[in-house]
């Protein structure tokens, strides 16, 4: 394997897609500042965000960045998306960091590249998510998915063993590399902005829910649940949901939509408690609530049982149901004004994108110490 000096490795990273900016293209950019002037190859690239947050890294997209209206429906080109992985040449590179969620890791390396996957995901719509998927798609769609994925999940389980490390961004997404790729996987948690954000004196009389409007996070729960008590709910997001959910919501449940940052980070600081009914890998929401010392009222699976602490950070719920949620409000309105902003806020601050960046570069020097 490689013995060239690690100040001067030649670096790439393998990224699915950068045509929205969210914790998987954070955790990129946090990456590429550890190797700086490193490439970065996608499948498809939106130009203003290669500007403004990867000035300085030569991007280059595989040939579906060149299929008509890539850049728009992208994701109807997922098939050919192994191919376009396998035809990249990246013989002239020493490391090769794949970030995976979509097809990234698929690379054809030489002997002498090391290849590390920070994965974040392996593909919800192939693996345990499938089903869901295809139950909520169109008679034409779920046609099509049958033999597509099939094709795809041989793919994505072959293409595994072609990578030299996995990291992992926590427990939950290690236990499912494990089980769909029979790797191991070392935890880094992905970085979150701790420092955007300050911890806010008081609250108003409302909760808030943050992220992307679509079915696997449970938006429409939320919205139900706080339909039948009546209290007052925020929805910043924007989604496939947004619409239906609009008709769903009564008078006290606010659906906002898209919202710039500035905004988030004022509803964060005057919000009781962040709502969070999904299962997610990690979930950064979580941490960029408990970054402003508000608690967060969280479903006990996936990741944010690794970042929300029962009782000191905020209140965790069995049944992901409309009857758990309004359970779960109506327990943490029994105990909201003994939480500690401060604690909370320290809590966040163990996640932040220093302590990444530190945990990351380490990992990579003892690897290539080893091999």
């Known amino acids: 394997m490689m013995r060239r000096n690690p100040a001067g490795l030649r670096v790439a990273l393998i990224h699915y897609w950068l045509v929205n900016w969210r914790g998987g293209e954070r955790v990129l950019r946090a990456i590429a500042d550890l190797f700086p002037g490193c490439d970065i190859y996608t499948h498809v690239f939106d130009p203003e965000i290669i500007a403004e947050h990867f000035p300085h890294n030569a991007v280059r997209g595989t040939f579906i960045s060149r299929l008509p209206m890539a850049r728009r429906y992208y994701q109807q080109y997922l098939p050919l998306m192994p191919m376009a992985l396998e035809q990249l040449d990246l013989s002239q590179y020493d490391l090769v960091i794949s970030s995976e969620s979509g097809p990234a890791k698929g690379v054809v390396l030489g002997p002498e590249t090391l290849h590390v996957c920070y994965c974040h995901t392996p593909m919800r719509y192939v693996w345990d998510m499938y089903h869901e998927y295809r139950s909520q798609s169109g008679a034409l769609t779920r046609f099509l998915m049958t033999p597509v994925m099939h094709r795809l999940r041989q793919w994505d389980q072959s293409s595994a063993q072609r990578v030299d490390h996995y990291v992992a961004n926590s427990r939950f997404v290690a236990q499912r590399i494990k089980k769909y790729y029979r790797r ?3 935890v880094i948690h992905p970085p979150v902005e701790v420092a955007d954000f300050t911890v806010a004196a008081g609250s108003e009389n409302f909760y808030l829910s943050v992220g992307q409007l679509v079915a696997y996070k449970r938006t429409e729960l939320l919205v139900r649940a706080f339909n039948a ?4 709910l925020v ?6 949901c947004l ?5 769903l919501a009564h008078s006290n449940v ?3 939509g898209w919202q710039p940052n500035a905004i988030i980070r004022d509803f964060y600081a005057r919000c009781r408690a962040v709502m969070f009914p999904g299962v997610e890998d990690f979930g950064i929401v979580p941490l960029e609530a408990m ?7 969280a479903y006990a699976k996936g990741g944010a049982l690794e970042t929300v602490i029962d009782g000191l ?16 409000v109506d327990r943490f309105e029994t105990m909201w004004e003994c939480f500690d902003s ?3 806020r320290a809590q966040a601050e163990r996640f932040s994108t220093d302590r990444f960046k530190s945990e990351f570069r380490a990992h990579i020097d003892d690897l290539l110490r080893l091999d």
């Open 342 to 344: 401060g604690l909370i």
């Open 291 to 297: 970054a402003t010392g508000k608690p967060v009222i």
């Open 313 to 328: 950070t905020g209140s965790l719920f069995e049944s992901q149901s409309v009857d758990g949620i309004v359970a779960a």
């Open 243 to 247: 619409s239906r959910l609009r008709k």
């Open 254 to 256: 606010e659906l906002m």
């Open 235 to 240: 929805i910043i997001g924007e989604g496939e």
């Open 184 to 186: 191991e996987a070392t």
């Open 229 to 232: 008590n009546g209290k007052r």
